[in-house]
T-cell receptor, first 117, second 113 residues
Framework: NAGVMQNPRHLVRRRGQEARLRCSPM?????VYWYRQLPEEGLKFMVY????????ESGMPKERFSAEFPKEGPSILRIQQVVRGDSAAYFC???????????????FGPGTRLLVL | AQKVTQAQTEISVVEKEDVTLDCVYE???????LFWYKQPPSGELVFLIR??????QNEISGRYSWNFQKSTSSFNFTITASQVVDSAVYFC??????????FGPGTRLSVLP
């Protein structure tokens, strides 16, 4: 019974490049959340998606960041033209909720550590 | 707006001591959920407990216990007889019904042998 999977676990990019982070939710889970954890800080919500829909992207920076959760395949968090300040751990979580995001426990993946040189 | 405060940035204890991690939350909702997560040095996030706002019963799971006090908006976490393996950052989180999921800044616990 695999948990939430994220890849890559570590990603190094130079300024200006694109970063693509993948998240496969737990089997049976249809809700995906992305969080960012800056060094020595707590987690900050970025975006909440269901299959083919963005439900809440209030935590996403307005530029350069996008997320999707297609009908088939993993959820993707895409960061275009990365800058040093994007260096962080990006966590994905999933839940099986059908009636409200807050009702269900979110199970987290191991995270992707992005380093921008 | 929801907010979670973990006033203790870092705590150090000696093995076998008891330690309590504080969590104070703010929300206008009557229905909400509180969580504790553990982040060991390896970096993953481990779910520990979920509590809904209608259930104020304290919970005990082995050496872990949680004290939910609605009157003071607190959801404190106690580790009894701490062990070195308990060393981690612990996050308290709040989720209202169908809306935001907010984490506190975390408390770094160091358990010394």
């Amino acid at each position: 019974n695999a948990g939430v999977m994220q890849n890559p676990r570590h990603l190094v990019r130079r300024r200006g490049q694109e970063a693509r982070l993948r998240c496969s939710p737990m089997k049976g889970h249809s809700h995906v959340y992305w969080y960012r954890q800056l060094p020595e800080e707590g987690l900050k919500f970025m975006v909440y998606l269901q299959k083919e829909n963005i439900i809440d992207e209030s935590g996403m920076p307005k530029e350069r960041f996008s997320a999707e959760f297609p009908k088939e395949g993993p959820s993707i968090l895409r960061i275009q033209q990365v800058v040093r300040g994007d260096s962080a751990a990006y966590f994905c979580a999933s839940s099986p909720s059908t009636s409200g995001r807050g009702e269900e426990t979110q199970y987290f993946g191991p995270g992707t550590r992005l380093l921008v040189l | 707006a929801q907010k979670v405060t973990q006033a203790q940035t870092e705590i150090s204890v000696v093995e076998k001591e008891d330690v309590t991690l504080d969590c104070v939350y703010e929300t206008r909702d009557t229905t909400y959920y509180l969580f504790w997560y553990k982040q060991p040095p390896s970096g993953e996030l481990v779910f520990l407990i979920r509590r809904n706002s209608f259930d104020e019963q304290n919970e005990i799971s082995g050496r872990y216990s949680w004290n939910f006090q609605k009157s003071t908006s607190s959801f404190n976490f106690t580790i009894t007889a701490s062990q070195v393996v308990d060393s981690a950052v612990y996050f308290c989180a709040l989720s209202d019904y169908g809306q935001n999921f907010v984490f506190g800044p975390g408390t770094r616990l160091s358990v010394l042998p």
